[in-house]
């Protein structure tokens, strides 16, 4: 039985793109914004692939 796998790179991109987002926007960087964005849709994607995952196995 395989388990599902952190969405790391995916959250990796989330951030970066939110920090690309804020510096071609705002010409600011914000770091805290970024990581309280990525932190949560990282955590949603892998209750995704947790759940997609369970119903192939039924």
Sequence with gaps: ???SRFPL???VGVFLGVI???LLTEGTMEVTKALLVSGP????WFAFRCWKD????Q
Excluded at 41 to 44: A, E, H, K, Q, R
Excluded at 54 to 57: M, N, P
């Design 54 to 57: 369970r119903q192939h196995r």
């Design 20 to 22: 690309a987002w804020d």
């Design 1 to 3: 039985m395989q388990r």
């Design 9 to 11: 790179a995916e959250g």
């Design 41 to 44: 849709v990282s955590l949603l």
